[in-house]
């Protein structure tokens, strides 16, 4: 890498790190990867796209560059070795992601990552990957929102239902 190329990755991490922009990134995920073959490798990427979360390696040097000053500024011990990040705005997704894929796959070891400010250990991670997702969530919400209305229409309709079936049972009867 030449020095313009390390400027651009040192911005691109900055930005990846940064909580502005339109979809800031909420949780990042570190791993040590050595040993994972390159379809391995891509088929990590392939189920992480899937649920929008991004799969990077870069430079260890330059992610602690970028990191520093930044929220996340508590994880660059955890760049060491050869490591990948994984990153999205849900950090539920980031973590299983990347767990599920760990426990598939016992050459992907899970360092720990940060959600916000908070740093997690291999276990925090773990124990993120559990909780549902930001969409799983809102699909429990509305759900919620849902049943009450569902419920109102079913009990206001009974009661009509009822007298319905009583006019035409005596109806029945006289015929």
């Keep these: 890498m030449d020095r313009a190329q390390k400027a651009q990755e040192l ?8 909580s502005e922009g ?25 189920n992480s796209r899937a649920q929008g979360v991004t ?3 870069t430079k260890n040097s330059l ?26 705005n849900d950090p539920v997704a980031t973590a299983k992601v990347v767990q599920e894929f760990a426990e598939k796959n016992e050459k992907l070891v899970v360092l720990g990552g ?7 250990d291999a276990n925090g991670v773990k124990a993120l990957s559990k909780m549902p997702s930001l969409d799983e969530l809102r699909g429990k919400i509305v759900g919620l929102i849902q049943a009450p ?27």
């Design 11 to 18: 911005e691109n991490l900055q930005g990846i790190f940064s």
């Design 22 to 46: 339109e979809a800031p990134t909420e949780g990042i995920v570190i791993a040590h990867y050595a040993g994972l073959t390159v379809a391995q490798m891509t088929e990590l990427r392939r």
């Design 55 to 57: 799969i990077k390696v």
């Design 63 to 88: 992610a602690k560059r970028a990191v520093a000053g930044s929220q996340f500024e508590g994880i660059s011990d955890l760049f060491a070795g050869p490591t990948c990040m994984a990153y999205s």
């Design 114 to 120: 940060a959600l916000g400010v908070n740093v997690l």
């Design 149 to 175: 209305a569902t419920k109102i229409a079913g009990v206001v309709s009974a009661p009509a239902g009822q007298l319905a079936r009583v006019v035409g049972a005596y109806a029945a009867k006289d015929s």
